[in-house]
Each structure stands twice: as C-alpha cells, then as structure tokens.
C-alpha cells in the first residue's frame, strides 16, 4: 500500500477510535496504542517504523474503505477525519506550536517507563490530552465529539479521546508532507479505494 495512503488510513483510525471511544466507552487496544506509539516516533525512516506495522494500521484501511464506498455507519468518523485535516492545515502554519507539541511529545515518550504497558499508555494519554487542550485544542474549527454523556465524562475515555485526535493530527501532518491534499480526495478516490482493496485482499 502507498505511504501516502497509509497515513490518510491513520487519520481514519484515530477518527474511528474516536468515534468507537465516544459511543461506546471502549476502544480497540491494539490500534490505539499503534496511535499512540506514532506520536513518539517524530524522527522515524519509515512508515512502518511509526506505525509499528501495516497490519496495526488494519482498523484504519478498512476505515477508509468503507468511508470512501459512502457506509453511513461511519459518518460522525468521516466529521472528524475532515476536521482533522483541516486542522492539521492551520497546525503546519504554526512553527511556534509545533516545537511546543514537538517538544512536550519528547518528554511524555520518556515518562512512566517503570510502570506496566497500560499504566503507562493511560498516564501517558493523560499528559498528551493535557497537551492538546491547551494547544489543538485553541484553534478552530474545533472538532466537537459526539457520543454518550457516561463516556465524555470518563476522564480515562476523554483522555484517549484527546490523544487520539494528536494522532490525528500526527498521520494528517505525514499525508500532507507525502503530497495529499484535498484535491486528492476530492477526484482520486478511485486510485485511493484500489490502494486500500489491493492491500486488505494481500
């Protein structure tokens, strides 16, 4: 599968945990941690090195797949995907709010590391969705997530909530630096949807 491609289905992933997140107050624990590990690999080779492997990026392909074939199912995931991009494009214009995020990013990575996986990533989503409210979370349009009251009001759930939406921003950032762009998935959603359907039959 293209890079390109790849990082757009990251951008779906973090929107459909999201979504998954909100609605439901459970997510899967595989893709959020591979959405997590993303934010901590700012200086990866590859594709693969930030996403920890194609096959991690699963829920995110067929995500996009099925946004892209119109599922109404996944409309408030294709909302948030949307205003992740645009978002993404005001957060590329911000030297200054990069190097913060960039900065603040570099010292979470290294934090909790004596502690069990799950303690660790809840502590470290707990930081990051600090981070982004004081940051992201400024600009507009802001994404409003929707979903039910028991789960927004979950500070675990709302914690994931927000660092998911970081990684968002994290595979929007990779998709725009590999030449995507609203043109793109305005008239290439053909080529993208062959992309996406070569990649799940292999």
């Given at each position: 599968?293209?890079?390109?491609?790849?990082?757009?289905a990251?951008?779906?992933?973090?929107?459909?945990?999201?979504?998954?997140?909100?609605?439901?107050?459970?997510?899967?624990?595989?893709?959020?941690?591979?959405?997590?590990?993303?934010?901590?690999?700012?200086?990866?080779?590859?594709?693969?090195e930030?996403?920890?492997?194609?096959?991690?990026?699963r829920?995110?392909?067929?995500?996009?797949?099925?946004?892209?074939?119109?599922?109404?199912?996944?409309?408030?995931t294709?909302?948030?995907?949307?205003?992740?991009?645009?978002?993404q494009?005001?957060f590329?214009?911000?030297?200054?709010?990069?190097?913060?995020?960039?900065d603040?990013?570099?010292?979470?990575?290294?934090?909790?590391?004596?502690?069990?996986?799950?303690?660790?990533?809840?502590?470290?989503?707990?930081?990051?969705?600090?981070?982004?409210?004081?940051?992201?979370?400024?600009?507009?349009?802001?994404?409003?997530?929707?979903?039910?009251?028991?789960?927004?009001?979950?500070?675990?759930?709302?914690?994931?909530?927000?660092?998911?939406?970081?990684?968002?921003?994290?595979?929007?950032?990779?998709?725009?630096?590999?030449?995507?762009?609203?043109?793109?998935?305005?008239?290439?959603?053909?080529?993208i949807?062959?992309?996406?359907?070569?990649f799940?039959m292999?």
């Amino acid at each position: 599968m293209k890079d390109k491609n790849l990082a757009l289905a990251g951008v779906f992933q973090a929107s459909e945990l999201v979504r998954q997140a909100a609605c439901h107050g459970t997510w899967s624990g595989y893709a959020a941690t591979s959405c997590l590990n993303s934010l901590f690999m700012l200086e990866a080779a590859s594709i693969e090195e930030i996403f920890g492997s194609k096959q991690r990026m699963r829920l995110g392909v067929e995500t996009l797949m099925a946004v892209l074939q119109g599922d109404n199912h996944y409309a408030d995931t294709l909302r948030y995907s949307v205003g992740l991009l645009q978002l993404q494009r005001k957060f590329s214009r911000s030297g200054k709010l990069q190097d913060e995020v960039g900065d603040n990013l570099v010292k979470i990575s290294a934090s909790g590391q004596d502690l069990e996986q799950h303690q660790r990533e809840d502590s470290q989503a707990h930081e990051i969705a600090q981070l982004y409210a004081h940051t992201i979370s400024q600009m507009s349009p802001r994404i409003v997530v929707s979903g039910k009251p028991q789960y927004l009001q979950n500070e675990r759930t709302t914690d994931w909530i927000r660092t998911l939406l970081m990684a968002g921003i994290r595979s929007a950032t990779l998709w725009q630096q590999m030449g995507g762009g609203r043109f793109e998935l305005m008239f290439g959603r053909k080529n993208i949807l062959r992309d996406v359907e070569q990649f799940l039959m292999g």
